[in-house]
Every structure is written in C-alpha cells, then in structure tokens.
C-alpha cells in the first residue's frame, strides 16, 4: 500500500512545529495536542478520518500515551510508514493532513487520495474498526 507514497517532508513541516513550539504549554507540544485530539474524538469518534492515513502514527502515539478507549487496533503497514522519527512531525504531519482535508470539505470522509511519486494518485479508505464502533454507539444513544 505504501510504496512509492509520498508523505509531507520534514521542509514541509518544519513552519508548522516551529508555530507549535512557539504556542507550546507548559505539558508540551505533542501531549497537549494528543489531549486536544483525544477530547475531539470522544465528542465525535469520526473525526479520526480527517487525519487520512497519518491517523495510525497518531493512534499509536495516543496508545503510547496510556489512553485506551479509542482501542489498540492499528495499521502496522501504513502506521509505520507515515510515523516520522520525531513525535512532534508525527503530530504536525496529522494536522497538516486535517488541514487540507478540510480545505477540501472532505474532514469526516475516509476516502483519500495518496500521492505517488510520478505523480499518480492510489485511492485509500481508512477504517478505524474501533472508532466506527464508538461512534455507532453514540449515534444511537443521541435523542431522535
């Protein structure tokens, strides 16, 4: 799957951390935005698909993290090839990836499009068994 992908290069996030870190609380950039992410994400599990296929790294860092509500599934594949060798891009990388879904008005779509060198585009769903459930369950508990 991730062959030939083409994922955002350290140049590319490089003004992001630098905002990050300027902005950086007291707790530290990477946990302050797992815990923002977190937060998010119990109020709206399908949130998980705006971060494309960065959303594995990011899982596995929240799991790391020791919050696991969100289970402990993951993409090994696809989590290893999109986590960079620094939490701080990881998170930077998902955001960037949340940003331009939703420039594209695609932020709860798990349809995406990869970007591969040579410039051709591979389709990639991303499904997250465990978010889908949660958000199955508080769909059905929400009044009609």
Same mark, same amino acid.
């Given at each position: 799957m991730t062959v030939?992908?083409?994922?955002?290069?350290?140049e590319e996030l490089a003004p992001l951390l630098a905002e990050a870190k300027e902005n950086e609380s007291e707790v530290g950039f990477v946990k302050s935005y797992l815990s923002g992410v977190v937060r998010s994400l119990i109020d709206n599990p399908l949130i998980y698909r705006s971060f494309g296929a960065y959303w594995w790294p990011l899982k596995e860092l929240i799991i790391e993290n020791g919050v696991t509500v969100l289970g402990d599934n993951l993409e090994a594949e696809?989590? *290893?090839?999109?986590?960079?060798?620094?939490e701080e891009l990881t998170c930077c990388a998902a955001y960037a990836m949340q940003q331009t879904k939703l420039k594209e008005n695609q932020l709860l779509s798990s349809d995406n499009l990869l970007d591969l060198v040579g410039g051709d585009v591979q389709e990639y769903a991303l499904?997250? *068994?465990k978010l889908e459930e949660l958000a199955a369950i508080i769909a059905a508990r929400k009044p009609k």
């Open positions: 030939n992908v083409l994922k955002f290069s350290n696809t989590t *290893e090839y999109f986590r960079y060798e620094d499904y997250d *068994e």
